[in-house]
């Protein structure tokens, strides 16, 4: 199955791919000099050997990537969707745990992408699964260890610039 990725997840994707391409050259260039250390005798050296599984785990780990690369599906949008919650959505949630209520701006992104700092959630995950095709003012719930939670879409926006300025206007 092909993962969705947005244009910026393929830019991200290519530079893995090419950072790992590098980090591989220069395993095999440590190999290369531990086992001129070592000559004949390449068994004795641990160094050697740790070079040799990296450069496999790195080698497997760009096969890896590229396939998902090549098999993946680039979601192209001119613009946010700002009615209904998709790939790309930026969208504010009320999350009401047991406890206590939260919002968040969340911006669903595609494979490769996620970063839970920047509040970037993969579509992939449970949370963003739920709000994909939800509408503002429509609501899902969400098993968490605490219990359910019932999450409501507030507002979508068109861009991250949208977003801070609703911030300094409420």
Same mark, same amino acid.
């Given at each position: 199955?092909?993962?969705?990725?947005?244009?910026?997840?393929?830019?991200?994707?290519?530079?893995?791919?090419?950072?790992?391409?590098?980090?591989?050259?220069?395993?095999?260039?440590?190999?290369?000099?531990?086992?001129?250390?070592?000559?004949?005798?390449?068994?004795?050296?641990?160094?050697?050997?740790?070079?040799?599984?990296?450069?496999?785990?790195?080698?497997?780990?760009?096969?890896?990537?590229?396939?998902?690369?090549?098999?993946?599906?680039?979601?192209?949008?001119?613009?946010?969707? +700002?009615?209904?919650?998709?790939?790309?959505?930026? =969208? *504010? !949630?009320?999350?009401?745990?047991?406890?206590?209520?939260?919002? #968040? /701006?969340?911006?669903?992104?595609?494979?490769?992408?996620?970063?839970?700092?920047?509040?970037?959630?993969?579509?992939?995950?449970?949370?963003?699964?739920?709000?994909?095709?939800?509408?503002?003012?429509?609501? +899902?719930?969400?098993?968490?260890?605490?219990?359910? =939670? *019932? !999450?409501?879409?507030?507002?979508?926006?068109?861009?991250?610039? #949208? /977003?801070?300025?609703?911030?300094?206007?409420?």
């Amino acid at each position: 199955m092909s993962v969705k990725i947005t244009p910026n997840g393929e830019q991200l994707i290519r530079q893995q791919i090419a950072d790992s391409e590098q980090e591989l050259k220069q395993v095999r260039l440590d190999k290369n000099v531990a086992f001129n250390a070592c000559g004949d005798d390449k068994l004795a050296n641990p160094n050697f050997h740790k070079l040799e599984q990296d450069e496999q785990i790195l080698e497997e780990r760009i096969r890896e990537i590229q396939h998902v690369y090549k098999t993946a599906e680039v979601i192209q949008f001119d613009e946010r969707n +700002t009615e209904i919650v998709e790939i790309g959505s930026i =969208v *504010k !949630c009320s999350c009401e745990y047991p406890d206590f209520t939260e919002e #968040e /701006v969340y911006e669903i992104v595609g494979y490769g992408e996620s970063n839970i700092d920047e509040n970037k959630l993969y579509y992939g995950t449970p949370i963003a699964m739920k709000l994909i095709g939800l509408k503002v003012g429509e609501e +899902t719930n969400l098993s968490v260890p605490s219990g359910k =939670v *019932k !999450c409501r879409v507030l507002q979508m926006y068109g861009s991250w610039d #949208e /977003v801070e300025k609703w911030k300094f206007q409420s």
